[in-house]
């Protein structure tokens, strides 16, 4: 325990920048998930097509070298922006392709009379799916849902390869120096993401119960 009480205060600091990593990855995604997700049950095929190949493209990509790609592709664009806002849009990117499919599959889900109901009552498309289909598929994507953003929080670590220094990498930083407790460190970094994790999934369940009501 020694190691841990020694080095608590720099280890746990990096939290905040897992933290928002993490909540810049949800919102992020959730939000560019949704709009891919209706580009891609669009009506024109060119859209559907185009988005499509996006998601297909990104989902081609491993998450490290889709860090990597959006670091250096802001730096050439001529945008100078910090490591911690590359590895945001990274994570939220990524992430999103994958929120596209789970909220399309949601969307599939819902009872074709509803769509036809709200169409023959004058809504467009886009106004059909922001008030009818996407609020009843919300609840049956949570599932699903909660799954990939666990996953998300987890892989705000990989983002110490373009140098933000979160949790997980204080951690390792913290055990390369000490050299003699890699068992308790890295214990201690589990014990920690599985109460971020479980936390996240009570609120996701929480949520999926009283929907249900």
Known sequence: MSAILNNWEYMVSGLRYTFALA????????LLGCALATLRLSP???????????IELV??????????????????????????TSGS?????????????IIRSGILGVHPGHVEAARASGLSYLQTMRHVVLPQAVRRMMPSLSSEFIMLIKE????SVI?????????SITNARVLVHPFELLAFAAVVYFCICFVLSLVARRYELRSDI
Do not use: D
């Open 44 to 54: 024109w095929l060119p859209v559907r097509l185009a988005t499509k190949a996006f």
């Open 59 to 84: 989902r081609s990509v491993p998450l490290l070298l889709f860090i990597f790609f959006t670091y250096f592709l802001m730096t050439e664009l001529g945008y100078n922006v910090s490591a911690f």
């Open 89 to 101: 849009i990274a994570l939220a990117v990524f992430t999103s392709v994958y929120v596209a499919e």
């Open 156 to 159: 705000t670590s990989l983002v």
């Open 163 to 171: 140098g933000v220094q979160e949790f997980y990498t204080r951690v």
């Open 23 to 30: 909540l810049i990855g949800i919102v992020g995604s959730f």
